[in-house]
């Protein structure tokens, strides 16, 4: 099945690293992507975007919820929403960024039925159990781990980063909108850069750079790329769909060659050991469960 979605991309004359992106971006598909290409993702930290993820399913789940907006509360309507999920986790190849994203909006779809806090620590550790009661080998996947820390990261410190800007600001549209992207951003890469460093000795300099084109226009590819695929009975708009999903996957592959090529767009050859990084954790944690009580000592100053 997907070598046949695949197939569409191709006869719609979609080529080259813009196919090999796109085949990455929506099947899970990296066999085309060039060594180059791939290092300027990584070099500018916007290498997630390539990888199956809570971005994805998250944007699929919605355009399902939009088809059954008034009856989104049904049990039928979630539990197909859900199988349609699953579904296409599988036509992935069942990545463990996926998998765990799927599990996520499972439990997630079930607690919207029960009216339950729908975003929180008890969701993702019922999906980070589910994976590793289904295979303990999980937890020393890299993927796995940086997929978990920056899920976790952004529960715990979004609302901190998002927080800053005065709330005045918050409700200005564009600028809204703007320092939501910043604050996701941050907090994910606040839990995955020690990772990083840990494992691939780098840390991307310019990835808040990296993140506001490529977010913005992998939401259009994503979009656009369910769209091509559901188009084909009316090839004239298929053709316009492609069109304009291969110019978003354009600007996304110029825009992080461009990153990747500024000066200092990367600091290589960090090495740091287990208890290094642990450290790093306990530092940053420590932090976070310090600043209510700062804010308290501020506020009585």
């Known amino acids: 099945i997907r070598e046949r979605l695949l197939d569409v991309f191709r006869r719609s004359g ?86 765990r994203s799927a599990v996520m909006l499972s439990v997630y779809s079930f607690v919207c039925l029960l009216n339950r806090d729908k975003v ?38 979004y609302p901190v980063f998002y927080n800053m800007l005065p709330s005045r600001f918050r409700h200005v549209p564009v600028l809204g909108y703007v320092w939501q992207m910043t604050a996701v951003s941050l907090s994910a890469q606040l839990g995955v850069a020690p990772l990083v460093a840990f494992y691939f000795g780098r840390f991307s ?34 053709g316009v769909l492609c069109f304009v999903v291969v110019k978003a996957v354009e600007l ?13 767009a990367s600091i290589d050859g960090i090495n740091i050991n287990l208890i290094q990084l642990a450290m790093v954790y306990v530092i940053v944690f420590s932090v976070y469960f310090a600043l209510p009580y700062v804010r308290k000592l501020w506020a009585y100053r």
């Open 252 to 264: 996304m592959n110029a825009s992080v060659s461009f990153v990747a090529a500024l000066p200092g």
């Open 205 to 238: 300099c310019y990835f808040l750079l990296a993140n506001f084109v490529v977010v913005p226009a992998s939401t259009i590819v994503l979009y656009g790329a369910v769209f091509v695929l559901l188009s084909g009975c009316l090839p004239w708009l298929q």
């Open 14 to 99: 979609v080529d080259g690293q813009v196919y090999a992106v796109l085949a990455a971006m929506t099947l899970g598909e990296r066999v085309s992507m060039s060594d180059e290409m791939t290092d300027d993702y990584s070099v500018s930290g916007a290498l997630h975007v390539l990888s199956l993820s809570g971005l994805h399913l998250g944007i699929i789940y919605a355009m399902l919820l939009l088809l059954f907006f008034k009856r989104r509360n049904s049990v039928v309507v979630q539990s197909a929403i859900v199988l349609a999920v699953w579904m296409y986790v599988f036509i992935a190849g069942l990545p463990v960024s996926a998998v």
């Open 120 to 157: 929180s620590l008890n969701v993702l550790s019922v999906a980070a159990f589910s994976l590793l009661v289904a295979n303990p080998l999980n937890f020393y996947d890299v993927g796995f781990q940086m997929s978990f820390v920056s899920v976790l990261f952004i529960i715990l410190f």
